[in-house]
């Protein structure tokens, strides 16, 4: 019964995004843009101007009419304008690394830039771990650039955001001393690789189990997803002493599995228990088959009844039974529609009956007067 | 009178002239070679600074190592290391650019020929309405 629930409302809010499709993307892509500005403004806002809501609100409008990829660059270069406050050569540094995942990323995909912005987002919103699991479900195994590049800019801001005062009184050491800290620090960060390994691996399992031809395959991804995640952050704690937090690992891949489940109802509801393994051939191969129907349900559909007032005078309707019962939609119930007599038919018959009558009418008239039957009255 | 068919290929056509159509006009300007070979040339040129930058990123990273352990021997070895890694990297990113770049203008081409066919079905249409 819940299911049948979930899959009607599915059909309700594929209804709605059909009928209101251009506002809800414009929605979706306003709230990514502001989550992104908001996330590199709180964290990294030394440029005052930059950093103030009036600017970040205005930004996100802009990007919001702008194609998503214009969200991507406003966000590098937000990002890049901060940093330019602290020092030269780490600006430097953080043009370098974005030029690079230009070069061997976006270059190639521009469209699927946006997963970048989402890595650093479900990090603000402590469930990074949902990305990987929602990509390998969605995507394909190449996903994994842009988790790797989301994971490296958020650790880039984190980093920067710690330790921009050690930053600023290195820059009066010399601008190589700096630079070569920053990046130091930002490819040494042993968490930031553990969970770097951790998504790859989550995601390339997540994918390649979904692909099985498994009953149950998605579901199945997604625990294994989140199995991944788990181990190799933990095995990650106790070999390099990476301090994690447990509750929120678990709370975090609690969120992937819960959001692994919508994206299966979304896009992937079969019922495997009307599955059919079906087995044929031809001149050249043997074919094994198996097939899972979709689980479709309509959403009801809402009927409008109008009662009106009940006329006097009225003729009263003969009703074909024949007719209601296909009206009713119901396919066992139809008959055959049985031939009743219509009421052109019935003024025809009444006509006649009139004209019988006339007929009598007259004949009694002409005996009477033959016979002298009104006379003997009188 | 509203002709559905002709109003449903209209909206097809100007929502993909709209969108994918801009790209896919721009790409189908060349020939396949052509276009195959300009981008492959531009992504040798982007592979070359995108690995001078990697080497670069790599070397600030071990700035200290590199100034307290450097010799002769070392810094050709690492040369080595580095050059050889350049082709490697520059191959494979190169005959990835190709590939990529040639498909993209196959499915551009495709697209296109849709969109042609779809102006001398509506033509056909208006013809049909004139006489």
């Not at chain 1, 103030?52 to 194609?67: E, G, K, Q, W």
């Not at chain 1, 930002?186 to 997540?206: D, G, P, R, S, T």
């Not at chain 1, 009801?300 to 039974?321: A, C, G, L, S, Y």
């Amino acid at each position: 019964m819940i299911m049948d629930r979930l899959f009607v409302v599915k059909g309700q809010l594929q209804q709605i995004y059909a009928a209101y499709s251009k506002y809800i993307d414009k929605a979706v892509q306003f709230v990514l843009a502001l989550g992104a500005f908001y996330l590199i403004n709180h964290n990294l806002g030394f440029m005052g101007m930059l950093s103030s809501p009036a600017v970040t609100l205005a930004l996100a409008v802009i990007c919001t009419f702008l194609p998503v990829i214009a969200t991507v660059w406003a966000s590098a270069l937000l990002i890049l304008g901060h940093i330019y406050t602290i020092s030269l050569g780490m600006l430097a540094v953080t043009a370098v690394i974005f030029l690079l995942m230009f070069i061997f990323y976006l270059k190639f995909s521009p469209k699927t830039a946006v997963f970048i912005l989402l890595m650093p987002l479900a990090f603000l919103l402590k469930i990074p771990y949902t990305v990987p699991v929602a990509l390998g479900l969605t995507g394909n195994p190449l996903s994994v650039v842009p988790v790797i590049c989301g994971t490296i800019i958020y650790y880039m801001i984190g980093y920067v955001k710690n330790s921009a005062a050690a930053l600023k009184s290195a820059d009066e050491e010399g601008m190589i001393g700096q630079v070569t800290m920053f990046v130091k620090q930002i490819f040494q960060n042993k968490e930031m690789w553990i969970m770097i390994i951790a998504f790859v691996l989550c995601l390339l399992v997540v994918y390649t189990v979904r692909k099985m031809s498994v009953d149950h395959a998605w579901k199945i991804a997604i625990a294994a997803g989140a199995a991944v995640n788990i181990v190799v952050v933990a095995i990650g704690d106790v070999l390099f002493d990476v301090p994690v937090s447990y509750l929120g690992i678990i709370g975090g891949n609690i969120a992937a599995i819960l959001l692994g489940m919508v994206l299966e109802l979304l896009f992937f509801a079969v019922d495997y228990s009307r599955g059919e393994k079906l087995q044929f051939e031809d001149d050249e191969y043997y074919y094994y088959v198996k097939a899972i129907p979709k689980i479709s349900v309509a959403p009801p559909e809402k009927t409008v009844k109008r009662i009106n007032k009940r006329e006097e005078h009225q003729e009263t309707e003969i009703i074909d039974e024949g007719k209601m019962r296909n009206k009713s939609g119901n396919p066992r119930n139809r008959k055959p529609a049985q031939k009743r007599r219509t009421p052109q038919k019935n003024e025809r018959h009444a006509q006649g009956n009139k004209k019988k009558s006339a007929e009598q009418m007259l004949m009694t008239r002409s005996l009477r007067k033959e016979l002298n039957l009104d006379r003997q009255k009188d | 009178m509203l002709d559905e068919k002709k109003i449903k290929l209209m909206t097809r056509m100007a929502s993909y002239e709209a969108n994918q159509g801009k790209e896919d006009l721009a790409v189908s300007a060349y020939y396949r070679k052509d276009y195959t070979s300009l981008h492959t040339l531009f992504s040798f040129f982007w592979g070359t600074l995108g690995y001078v930058c990697l080497i670069g990123l790599l070397v600030l990273g071990s700035f200290d190592f590199l100034m307290e352990h450097l010799t002769m021997g070392m810094f050709f070895t690492l040369g080595t290391i580095a050059v050889l890694g350049y082709f490697v990297i520059i191959v494979i990113y190169v005959v990835a650019a190709n590939r990529f770049y040639n498909k993209k203008h196959i499915e551009a081409r495709k697209r296109i020929k849709k969109f042609n066919y779809n102006i001398t079905r509506l033509l056909k249409i208006y013809e049909k309405e004139n006489r």
